[in-house]
Structure formats: C-alpha cells, structure tokens
T-cell receptor, first 112, second 113 residues
Framework: GQQVMQIPQYQHVQEGEDFTTYCNSS?????IQWYKQRPGGHPVFLIQ?????EVKKQKRLTFQFGEAKKNSSLHITATQTTDVGTYFC????????????FGRGTQLTVWP | DTAVSQTPKYLVTQMGNDKSIKCEQN?????MYWYKQDSKKFLKIMFS???????INETVPNRFSPKSPDKAHLNLHINSLELGDSAVYFC????????????FGQGTRLTVV
C-alpha cells in the first residue's frame, strides 16, 4: 500500500499567493527528499532533510521535517509562474535500502 | 553532457510486441533504478541495481526483465506488451544504495496500441 501520503493532489493559485504541500508517513523515516517535475519533464532533486525538526530554505522555498520524522512540508512564498509543476516528497526508511517511497505528488498551477 | 540518458524518448508499439529501453549514466554512481510513472503521475519503483547486483525487485510482472551489463548501464526489456504497460518509464541513478539524491533520465513515454 501507499507508504507516504501527500496532499493536496492539486493546487491552483494566483501568482503571488503562497503554496504548501504536506507529506505524512505511517512509519519513521530516516530522511525525506523533495523533487520537482515540470510539465513534460523529469523529477529533479530539490533537497534532503535528515534531522528531526530540520528546516531548510532555498530562496522562496521552505522545507520542514517533523519532530517525529514522520511528516514533512514544502512551503512556497509568493508563487511565480516558474513554480508550476508537480512536487514530490520521497521518504527513505533506513531498513529498506535502495527504496524511496514517493508520495503521489502535488500538481501546482499558477495563474498569472 | 547528459548525466542520465535513456533511449528512446518515445516508443509506440503494438500489443504483444517485445521492446527494450536503454539507460546509461556517466556520473560514476553505483546504484541505478527503473521507475514507472502512470497517467496520474504516481512514481513507482520497479527495480534497483547496485554495482550490477539486483537489490530491489518490486511486484512487477515477469514480462519485465532488467539487465545491468556494468554499473553505468541498466536496460529494461519488456516482453508481450500490454495496454496497461503504457506509461512513462524513468531511469535514475544515485551515488549509493543508501538513498542519496537520485538523478533522473528524461523518461521514455511508452504507448501500447
């Protein structure tokens, strides 16, 4: 079954609005990664979070890893049309080497 | 220079045919993967190889057979193609099997008619 749940599945925002996508795992993760896939493109790595409660920023993007290492979020401040795409979280359970559990992704549409 | 390259980019074929997708990475990575992305964008791992050794074999029909002649190449052969095999197949690689950053190829859009 689905190992990592991600919501929402779709999000439509006006340019300038904020956007957040959430991931939740039923089991503790050793780390979590975030990827972005542009329409017609391939997933591109954004960041990896490892520590409990970790927060990392990349310009307008803020990534958080929960204290229990079971959930994570990606927040985009003041979206731009270049942010359009599908954002995936991917969790790694240390006991299952080589297997990333991808969430179903959040498809973000930004209207100008 | 393309880090992870897969060919072909598009593949349209009839049911029952056999086809192969090739993947090569020039990053010196030890681990390579095949993922299937369905029409709803769900990314599901199919296989993973580490230094030519199969380490992950998800519940995939045995019509799908991966082959890794060396650690820089991971090919996917599919026998007796079915309509439900239509999807985008992504090859990816990472430094090692402990789930460091994965680098994805451009994808192969397979359409079975």
């Amino acid at each position: 079954g689905q190992q990592v749940m991600q919501i929402p599945q779709y999000q439509h925002v006006q340019e300038g609005e904020d956007f957040t996508t959430y991931c939740n795992s039923s089991t503790t993760l050793s780390n979590i990664q975030w990827y972005k896939q542009r329409p017609g493109g391939h997933p591109v790595f954004l960041i990896q979070l490892v520590k409990s409660g970790e927060v990392k920023k990349q310009k307008r993007l803020t990534f958080q890893f929960g204290e229990a290492k079971k959930n994570s979020s990606l927040h985009i401040t003041a979206t731009q049309t270049t942010d359009v795409g599908t954002y995936f979280c991917a969790g790694n359970r240390g006991s299952t080497l080589g297997r990333l559990y991808f969430g179903r992704g959040t498809q973000l549409t930004v209207w100008p | 220079d393309t880090a992870v390259s897969q060919t072909p980019k598009y593949l349209v074929t009839q049911m029952g045919n056999d086809k192969s997708i090739k993947c090569e990475q020039n990053l010196g990575h030890d681990t390579m993967y095949w993922y299937k992305q369905d029409s709803k964008k769900f990314l599901k791992i199919m296989f993973s190889y580490n230094n030519k050794e199969l380490i992950i074999n998800e519940t995939v029909p045995n019509r799908f057979s991966p082959k890794s002649p060396d650690k820089a190449h991971l090919n996917l052969h599919i026998n007796s193609l079915e309509l439900g095999d239509s999807a985008v197949y992504f090859c990816a690689s990472s430094t090692d099997r402990w789930n460091t950053e994965a680098f994805f190829g451009q994808g192969t859009r397979l359409t079975v008619v």
